[in-house]
């Protein structure tokens, strides 16, 4: 709806016009200085200056003192007729709000009574003087003034009215009054950006840029630092009240920071906020490593592993690694990757050294280091050096002792020295010598050629052996070699000799060799292997018979080197013939029979048996070729065979006379092997205890080649065994076990129909775990406020030995449950809550145990978390100055988590800057009284029970700009049809808007009848009137 206001205009003619609005503060004192007679006395007060915060005009602003006027003798007030009238007057640009206290003192005043005016540059104070007896004191208090622009000053003057103060002329000027020359702008400024800290890293200075300072006021200025848990809801530093802060990093988290800044000038302090920065501090855990060890000098060290990676939430770790040799006081680079583990690669130790792992984060400054781990390197061992060197002799001599010259000894060393003693053939390949551990070595000249030695030094330090090499020193032996012949032959009758050769083809040599000294041959014969003759024209290598022997003759080859000065002769050969033989028949023909099963003993009828008869078994496959086998030499023969198939056995019998043996074979036996195979089984499992584990099943059948198969499972409680039939159905290719609480073993065994013995599979482990028990809550159940600290989560009567792991569940409905990540230990704090819900918790327990593991969970707790929302209000609106704001509704009510909620209003005419309580506003819903001003509401909504709060989104009702009708111009007196000067008004609205003008007449002030006058010029700024009738208007 439009808004107007009405002036005097000739006595009988207004406008209206749009409002101005204004306001200012009044911080001060009024001062009635003048115009004081004999009879009347008037407080008197200093100057007053009126200071405002960002802009005039300012809401008012209450007077301290009280303004008197006395009587100084009683006939001050004269007797009045009735009630009079006298007016306290404020300059323009000054007005006077709020209501006036006033009283009187004495017995002459019958009545009195003070109103501020409709234009509020007046309080009207009217009275009823009744007496002239006593002294009388008139005072006027609980004033409060409003300047509406800055830098405008005036007097504070009395005018008389209708009133008669004797003494007090009207017109009279009080005491000065004037507005600042410019409001206090108070700049908050802009902080410094926001940032992440490691825990106790030292954190940048925060700085504002672009706040009010001593540059920019001369105005007293102080600081106070704030801190809070979010961008809304901010407390006092204590003692932090410098124009700079630096943030504590002692505590993870994020907090919220801005700056305070007042500034004061005559008692005004308006205050402004920087802008907000977070800062994040986060925990760097460098996480541990492990690998302690002792090295022997210039070793290759095990790589150091990382026993728990290093952790930074939200961030990646990179990693760099030191190294100390002094015992952790000064430390270096060590060569290595960004890993979390350290590998030595080729890198060896000669002293005893430190590492350590560096943990660095993107967003800190410091890094944090491990344990440190300890690579303990022994001191150098000297090998020493042999002598002699190199020794040259004949087989049959005795070479020097070998002794080393070292540096090391048992005196300058920690731990137990010994000595291994090696040697090769080659100065490459080195073999311990047995029993050879001391000091010095001699060594052996019965073996012909060079022999290499070297000394090896061992330092034992517990579980630690060090060894160092000696130099190499050699023995050389020389010998006259004649060779091995062959060529022993038992010849039956009229049997040629085969030749005799040399063993392997290795003839008479001289080793070392040694090409100027040739091996020449000669070959002897012997009927009695005692007397010996030498064979004339027989200088080879080898002899060849080409005539069959008459009776048993041995042989020898002789080697000579030096024309005959060294021989050696070979070992002797005998030819030695032997009487018939007859070899004999096998008592069985033929034998079938399965693998496993005990082989039938052979005998060989008929043989003969006279000479002192040997006996030699053969083998074959295949009935044509045989071979010997080695050692079976008795009359019968119990085969051990196991192969499938068919075997076939004969048996040579041999008679020895004179040394000499003849051989004859007995018949052949055929042994049928049949193959009976268990198959193989598989079905190995981890299951927890009491759970059935799954069938065990037959990777391949059994199979005894046709035979029809039949199957038993067996079980025991160790790999070895004892076995026993497992219960229930175990005569299938497969079986199913039952519900099991210790870790059994399984086999299956196959039986055939044609064989006597059984076949057994492989073994299959199935592990059992023993049972887990998840245990039960300590705490049933929790209820807290929001960013209230849970109390921590303790699980009793849970299964507490064995190799055990935890994590953490939680669940918003009791059903679904999800990990809380990084939550392994065996308690757990819930973190801060931060909005009001329930949330469950409950505990997993793992027990691992031989490659298996098993979990349960235990019992399930509840949080219970109590907040607030803060709802809605009604809408944004705009309304006439001095009008009603209406009622604000409640479009969403508060949520209490279930109770009901503690409401309060809030205002603020500073667009949100500074909030008042609007006192007794504690329902839902506010109904707006009248307001001059653009003004924002909101609604505080409280948990009865918990210390948190919610605001509501402010709504903001919109003020217009006040209508100021003005003041017309001077009364006239024209004659009839005489053209009247333009009426005009001073002082009106003339901007802010479209403005509009209605010109009025009326014919009589008093009556207060104005309407509009129906002309088409009455509706501009100016207006003509017409003069064609006579009277007043």
């Given at each position: 709806m439009p808004c107007s206001t009405k002036i005097d205009l000739l006595g009988n003619l207004f406008m209206s016009l749009k409002s101005l609005i204004v306001s200012s503060t009044l911080l001060g004192a009024l001062l009635f200085s003048s115009g004081i007679q004999a009879q009347t006395a008037v407080s008197a007060h200093a100057a007053v200056t009126i200071e405002t915060c960002d802009s005039f005009p300012?809401?008012?602003?209450?007077?301290?003192?009280?303004?008197?006027?006395?009587?100084?003798?009683?006939?001050?007030?004269?007797?009045?007729?009735?009630?009079?009238?006298?007016?306290?007057?404020?300059?323009?640009?000054?007005?006077?709000?709020?209501?006036?206290?006033?009283?009187?003192?004495?017995?002459?005043?019958?009545?009195?009574?003070?109103?501020?005016?409709?234009?509020?540059?007046?309080?009207?104070?009217?009275?009823?003087?009744?007496?002239?007896?006593?002294?009388?004191?008139?005072?006027?208090?609980?004033?409060?003034?409003?300047?509406?622009?800055?830098?405008?000053?005036?007097?504070?003057?009395?005018?008389?009215?209708?009133?008669?103060?004797?003494?007090?002329?009207?017109?009279?000027?009080?005491?000065?009054?004037?507005?600042?020359?410019?409001?206090?702008?108070?700049?908050?400024?802009?902080?410094?950006?926001?940032?992440?800290?490691?825990?106790?890293?030292?954190?940048?200075?925060?700085?504002?840029?672009?706040?009010?300072?001593?540059?920019?006021?001369?105005?007293t200025l102080t600081y106070q630092w704030e801190s809070g848990p979010n961008n809304n809801s901010f407390s006092a530093l204590d003692t932090f009240t410098g124009p700079t802060y630096q943030p504590l990093t002692n505590v993870v988290g994020t907090t919220f920071y801005?700056?305070?800044?007042?500034?004061?000038?005559?008692?005004?302090?308006?205050?402004?906020?920087?802008?907000?920065?977070?800062?994040?501090?986060?925990?760097?855990?460098?996480?541990?490593?492990?690998?302690?060890?002792?090295?022997?000098?210039?070793?290759?060290?095990?790589?150091?592993?990382?026993?728990?990676d290093a952790s930074v939430a939200g961030e990646v770790v990179t990693y760099d690694w030191e190294q100390s040799v002094d015992s952790g006081v000064t430390w270096t680079n060590a060569p290595s990757t960004n890993s979390t583990t350290y590998v030595f690669g080729s890198n060896t130790l000669t002293q005893t050294t430190q590492f350590r792992r560096i943990a660095f984060s993107t967003s800190c400054t410091v890094t944090k280091s491990t344990n440190i781990i300890t690579k303990t390197a022994f001191g150098p061992l000297d090998g020493g050096t042999i002598t002699p060197t190199i020794q040259l002799l004949y087989k049959g001599t005795t070479p020097a002792s070998l002794t080393v010259s070292s540096t090391t000894n048992s005196g300058n060393v920690s731990g137990t020295l010994s000595y291994q003693w090696q040697q090769s053939t080659d100065s490459v390949n080195f073999t311990n010598i047995d029993s050879s551990t001391g000091d010095t070595y001699l060594p052996s000249a019965t073996q012909t050629g060079t022999t290499y030695f070297k000394r090896l030094t061992k330092l034992t330090n517990g579980s630690v052996i060090c060894?160092?090499?000696?130099?190499?020193?050699?023995?050389?032996?020389?010998?006259?070699?004649?060779?091995?012949?062959?060529?022993?032959?038992?010849?039956?009758?009229?049997?040629?000799?085969?030749?005799?050769?040399?063993?392997?083809?290795?003839?008479?040599?001289?080793?070392?060799?040694?090409?100027?000294?040739?091996?020449?041959?000669?070959?002897?014969?012997?009927?009695?292997?005692?007397?010996?003759?030498?064979?004339?024209?027989?200088?080879s290598t080898t002899l060849d018979f080409t005539n069959a022997l008459t009776q048993t003759t041995y042989y020898k080859r002789i080697a000579s080197i030096d024309a005959g000065t060294v021989t050696r002769s070979t070992n002797v050969i005998a030819k030695t013939l032997l009487l018939a033989v007859v070899g004999g028949t096998m008592d069985t023909v033929s034998t079938t029979l399965c693998v496993g099963e005990a082989l039938?003993?052979?005998?060989?009828?008929?043989?003969?048996?006279?000479?002192?008869?040997?006996?030699?078994?053969?083998?074959?496959?295949?009935?044509?070729?045989?071979?010997?086998?080695?050692?079976?030499?008795?009359?019968?023969?119990t085969p051990t065979q196991t192969a499938t198939g068919t075997h076939y056995f004969r048996r040579i019998t041999t008679v020895t006379s004179s040394g000499v043996a003849c051989s004859a074979t007995s018949s052949v036996t055929t042994i049928i092997i049949k193959a009976l195979s268990p198959g193989s089984i598989s079905g190995a499992q981890n299951i927890c205890a009491n759970d059935i584990p799954s069938e065990l099943t037959s990777t391949s059948a059994a199979n005894s080649g046709g035979d029809p198969i039949t199957y038993t499972w067996q079980t025991a409680a160790a790999n070895s065994g004892p076995w026993s039939t497992a219960s229930g159905t175990s005569s299938s290719t497969t079986y199913q076990p039952a519900s099991l609480t210790q870790t059994t073993f399984y086999r299956r065994l196959a039986n055939s129909t044609s064989c006597s013995i059984s076949?057994?599979?492989?073994?299959?482990?199935?592990?059992?775990?023993?049972?887990?028990?998840?245990?039960?809550?300590?705490?049933?159940?929790?209820?807290?406020?929001?960013?209230?600290?849970?109390?921590?989560?303790?699980?009793?009567?849970?299964?507490?030995?064995?190799?055990?792991?935890?994590?953490?569940?939680?669940?918003?409905?009791?059903?679904?449950?999800?990990?809380?990540?990084?939550?392994?230990?065996?308690?757990?704090?819930?973190?801060?809550?931060?909005?009001?819900?329930?949330?469950?918790?409950?505990?997993?327990?793992?027990?691992?145990?031989?490659?298996?593991?098993?979990?349960?969970?235990?019992?399930?707790?509840?949080?219970?978390?109590?907040?607030?929302?803060?709802?809605?209000?009604?809408?944004?609106?705009?309304?006439?100055?001095?009008?009603?704001?209406?009622?604000?509704?409640?479009?969403?009510?508060?949520?209490?988590?279930?109770?009901?909620?503690?409401?309060?209003?809030?205002?603020?005419?500073?667009?949100?800057?500074?909030?008042?309580?609007?006192?007794?506003?504690?329902?839902?819903?506010?109904?707006?009284?009248?307001?001059?001003?653009?003004?924002?509401?909101?609604?505080?909504?409280?948990?009865?029970?918990?210390?948190?709060?919610?605001?509501?989104?402010?709504?903001?009702?919109?003020?217009?700009?006040?209508v100021v009708g003005g003041t017309a111009s001077g009364n006239q007196s024209v004659c009839v049809d005489a053209t009247p000067l333009a009426l005009s008004v001073t002082g009106h609205t003339s901007s802010g808007g479209t403005l509009s003008y209605q010109w009025q007449s009326s014919s009589s002030v008093a009556t207060n009848t104005f309407v509009d006058i129906n002309l088409s010029s009455a509706i501009n700024e100016q207006y003509t009137p017409p003069t064609d009738a006579t009277g007043t208007v």
């Open positions: 300012l809401v008012s602003t209450s007077i301290p003192y009280s303004l008197t006027i006395s009587e100084t003798t009683s006939d001050g007030f004269a007797i009045t007729s009735g009630s009079k009238t006298f007016q306290i007057a404020l300059p323009e640009n000054f007005t006077f709000s709020g209501t006036v206290s006033f009283s009187e003192t004495g017995d002459d005043i019958s009545s009195i009574s003070a109103n501020i005016d409709s234009d509020a540059r007046y309080i009207l104070v009217t009275y009823t003087t009744t007496a002239t007896n006593t002294l009388d004191v008139i005072t006027l208090s609980g004033l409060s003034v409003v300047a509406a622009s800055a830098a405008q000053s005036g007097n504070v003057t009395y005018s008389a009215g209708t009133a008669v103060i004797n003494g007090l002329d009207s017109g009279a000027s009080f005491f000065p009054i004037a507005s600042a020359s410019a409001p206090i702008n108070v700049t908050g400024g802009t902080l410094s950006a926001t940032a992440a800290y490691c825990l106790d890293e030292v954190a940048s200075v925060l700085t504002i840029a672009g706040s009010s300072s001593s540059s920019t006021t001369s105005n801005r700056r305070k800044i007042t500034e004061t000038s005559n008692g005004l302090s308006c205050v402004a906020y920087s802008s907000v920065v977070s800062i994040t501090v986060k925990t760097l855990d460098a996480g541990e490593i492990s690998g302690n060890e002792e090295v022997c000098y210039n070793g290759v060290p095990g790589s150091i592993t990382s026993a728990r060894e160092e090499e000696s130099t190499v020193g050699s023995v050389t032996v020389y010998d006259l070699n004649p060779g091995s012949i062959i060529g022993d032959q038992s010849l039956c009758n009229d049997h040629l000799a085969s030749d005799i050769t040399s063993i392997g083809s290795v003839d008479g040599n001289v080793s070392p060799p040694d090409a100027g000294n040739p091996v020449t041959y000669t070959w002897e014969s012997s009927l009695d292997n005692v007397a010996w003759s030498t064979m004339g024209g027989e200088t039938p003993n052979l005998i060989v009828s008929g043989s003969t048996a006279t000479g002192g008869p040997t006996y030699q078994w053969e083998y074959s496959t295949d009935n044509s070729n045989y071979s010997l086998l080695d050692g079976v030499t008795g009359a019968a023969h076949a057994t599979t492989n073994i299959i482990k199935i592990n059992v775990v023993p049972a887990v028990v998840g245990g039960t809550m300590a705490t049933v159940s929790e209820t807290i406020c929001v960013g209230s600290t849970p109390t921590e989560l303790v699980v009793n009567g849970a299964t507490s030995s064995g190799v055990l792991t935890y994590q953490w569940e939680t669940s918003s409905d009791n059903n679904t449950f999800s990990t809380i990540t990084g939550a392994t230990s065996i308690k757990y704090t819930p973190v801060t809550p931060i909005a009001a819900g329930t949330a469950y918790y409950r505990r997993q327990i793992t027990l691992s145990s031989d490659g298996g593991a098993c979990s349960a969970t235990s019992s399930v707790t509840t949080l219970i978390v109590k907040g607030i929302t803060a709802g809605a209000i009604g809408v944004n609106k705009t309304i006439c100055y001095n009008t009603e704001g209406g009622l604000l509704t409640s479009l969403t009510a508060s949520d209490a988590s279930g109770e009901t909620p503690l409401y309060s209003w809030q205002k603020s005419i500073d667009s949100g800057s500074n909030w008042t309580v609007i006192d007794s506003a504690s329902d839902p819903t506010y109904a707006v009284g009248t307001i001059t001003q653009t003004t924002q509401f909101r609604r505080l909504a409280s948990s009865p029970t918990c210390t948190v709060s919610a605001t509501t989104t402010p709504i903001t009702i919109t003020v217009l700009t006040e």
